[in-house]
């Protein structure tokens, strides 16, 4: 079992930042690949950003250049700085993680909103 538990999300005025956290707990080491998703009302979940085990990561083409996945190992917490918002990135920002058995988990989510 994998618990994550996400943190950081807020309200912010267009072209600010933010940066949401996900802190992951349990069998953390069958851990293959981390990413974050968002779902913004109405519409399906997407993926944002992910890393995996050896550090490769991708990004949708939305956020590219403005959003960076990290991740700190002695942590176990998996980070998104999110820099130069825009209303349409409001939606519920999830972290996700897949083992090595493809098991996957999802947490809580995390609300981010951007007014313009």
């Known amino acids: 079992q994998v618990q994550l538990v996400e943190s950081g999300g807020g309200l912010v005025q267009a072209g600010g930042s933010l940066r949401l956290s996900c802190a992951a707990s349990g069998i953390i080491f069958a851990i293959n690949r981390v990413a974050w998703y968002r779902q913004a009302p109405g519409k399906q979940r997407e993926l944002v950003a992910a890393?995996?085990?050896?550090?490769?990561?991708t990004y949708a083409d939305s956020v590219k250049g403005r959003f960076t996945i990290s991740r700190d190992n002695a942590k176990n917490t998996l980070y998104l700085q999110m820099n130069s918002l825009e209303p349409e990135d409001t939606a519920v920002y999830y972290c996700n993680c897949v083992n090595i058995y493809s098991r996957e988990y999802w947490g809580q989510g995390t609300q981010v909103t951007v007014s313009s």
């Open positions: 890393i995996t085990r050896g550090g490769t990561t």
